[in-house]
């Protein structure tokens, strides 16, 4: 029956034979152990803090089968595929899961016992009766262990990416009342995480919440000024090159990278654009500079972005580089993403934390880049209107969608003012964008830190003037309706 006691030994043994990891990190343990005491839990903690081991380890100790709920293809098949190579008894049913495979899945769950230990879905999948019913056989035998629901804050329309087929996960805990869940989130400000904690039906006086810093020291973040009169490229690749050279020029890194088999140029990063057409001709641009990238859109055939996935995640050559919209991000887990670059400013401060946190998940320095431009700023802004007026007039989401909406312009405000800003170091305006307590630490690890002088100057070089900015807006030039 689900909700057995493990004891801390089997924690541990399958943490290293199955995890291949030597120790818990701190308060891993304790959320692991409250999920198999059968406590509801809502986990929020940084990007790459290791939430992910919350619920496979009680997944793979504990009987019964665990649900998790994913929002994105790209993030299922990444965590299907490590926990394959782990050898876990792990299945996914998305839409790129096979007529042959999605049956053999659905009759594993028929028979009530099923031997899958984690089944990754969709929050829209969870929707189908034909799914719910399954869900009911398999509590009616208590082998549903536990639901698991990563990247929380979508449910909430107060988040950055709410999806309003996770408000109906609420399902859950009205039909199986006695099944834990666990809602995991990098992202959520107190509203949020009271809206997930509501919507799902859990009852805050009873459930564990644990709330850990935001804060990731090994990442340096950095603002680079840029405006619609300079091409930013030339610097971008200049500074690649230079990545490339020190490497090269530098005898310990050499010997170090060939003991492991690992090729000079692989640096491995991703770059954000706002508008798929970018990441193609970027791509495109990048290789024909000798520099392996590939592109990543929700409008590539799945071929084509299964292959980007698999080849970046391997090191392959030719793969060093995604360049890639939204659509590859939350929850993405590679360990050694030397940067992560923002061609335009992102969609909102969440956003831009999450895809920034792609980066340096081995804990060692990393590099965030973010080309901010006045121009940007305002083409997204326009982008948020033009998917505004997109809301349709009638329909159950209408209202959370435009609450979401006015939430994503109050993000991408405070985006703009931390980009703005010359006057505080960048990790603690994250920390308060959070509402973190005390001071995260920096260490000359952002660019004000770093050289406070040189970042005004580059600043009043780098920008369009504020005034130009506005009267071109006026004049309608910055209009996205050549964009998808
Ligand atoms: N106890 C541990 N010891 C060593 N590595 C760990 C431990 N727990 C997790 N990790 C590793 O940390 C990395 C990040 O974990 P995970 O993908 O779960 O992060 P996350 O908290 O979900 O982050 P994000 O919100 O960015 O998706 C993974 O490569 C995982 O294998």
Redesign the pocket.
């Known amino acids: 029956m689900p909700g057995k006691r493990a004891t801390q030994y089997e924690m541990e043994l399958v943490?290293r034979k199955v995890?291949?990891?030597?120790?818990?990190?701190p308060l891993?343990r304790e959320v692991i152990t409250a999920t198999l005491e059968g406590e509801d839990v809502f986990l929020q903690?940084?990007?790459?803090?290791?939430?992910?081991?919350?619920y496979?380890l009680p997944a793979v100790v504990d009987f019964g089968i665990t649900i998790v709920v994913s929002p994105l293809l790209a993030?299922m098949n990444n965590?299907v595929a490590?926990l394959r190579k782990a050898k876990v008894r792990v299945e996914t049913i998305n839409s790129t899961t096979t007529a042959t495979n999605k049956t053999s899945i659905i009759e594993d769950l028929r028979c009530g016992h099923p031997l899958t230990r984690l089944l990754y879905v969709t929050p829209e999948y969870c929707q189908l009766e034909s799914f719910r019913r399954l869900l009911r056989i398999v509590h009616s035998q208590k082998e549903l262990a536990r639901i698991a629901i990563?990247?929380a804050h979508c449910i909430s329309e107060w988040g950055h990416d709410f999806r309003p087929a996770f408000q109906q996960l609420s399902f859950f805990k009205a039909e199986f009342p006695g099944v834990p869940v666990i809602c995991?989130?990098?992202?959520a400000t107190a509203r949020v995480r009271d809206d997930i904690i509501n919507t799902m039906g859990l009852d805050p006086a009873k459930m564990k919440t644990f709330r850990m810093t935001t804060s990731r020291p090994n990442l340096h973040y950095e603002v680079r000024f840029r405006s619609d009169e300079e091409d930013q490229y030339p610097g971008f690749l200049a500074w690649l090159k230079a990545v490339h050279a020190r490497r090269t020029n530098d005898p310990e890194r050499v010997s170090q990278l060939a003991s492991l088999n690992q090729r000079l140029d692989s640096v491995s990063g991703i770059i954000y654009t706002l508008f798929r057409k970018d990441t193609e001709s970027l791509a495109a641009r990048l290789r024909s500079d000798g520099i392996g990238a590939k592109p990543y859109h929700a409008g590539l055939p799945h071929t084509d972005r299964s292959d980007a996935l698999a080849g970046w995640v391997d090191s392959r050559r030719g793969y060093d580089i995604i360049v890639a919209t939204t659509a590859f991000g939350?929850?993405?887990?590679?360990?050694n993403v030397r940067f992560v670059c923002h061609w335009q400013i992102p969609k909102s401060f969440e956003g831009f934390y999450?895809e920034a946190?792609?980066a340096g998940?081995?804990g060692k320095a990393s590099i965030c880049i973010l080309y901010y431009g006045r121009e940007d700023a305002e083409r997204s802004a326009q982008l948020m209107s033009r998917d505004r007026a997109r809301i349709p007039g009638k329909g159950a989401d209408v209202a959370a969608l435009q609450k979401q909406m006015d939430n994503r312009g109050v993000s991408l405000k405070k985006l703009v003012d931390y980009c703005e800003a010359t006057n505080k170091c960048r990790h603690k305006m994250i920390a308060e964008y959070f509402n973190d307590e005390g001071n995260p630490p920096c260490d000359y690890a952002c660019d004000w830190c770093k050289d406070a002088k040189a970042l005004v100057m580059r600043k009043e070089r780098g920008l369009a003037p504020m005034d130009i900015v506005a009267t071109q807006r006026e004049m309608g030039m910055y209009g996205v309706d050549e964009y998808e």
């Open positions: 943490l995890f291949g990891k030597h120790c818990f990190r891993q903690a940084a990007t790459s803090f290791g939430k992910s081991l919350c496979q993030l965590q490590a990563d990247e995991l989130t990098a992202t939350m929850g993405i887990d590679k360990d999450q946190g792609r998940r081995d």
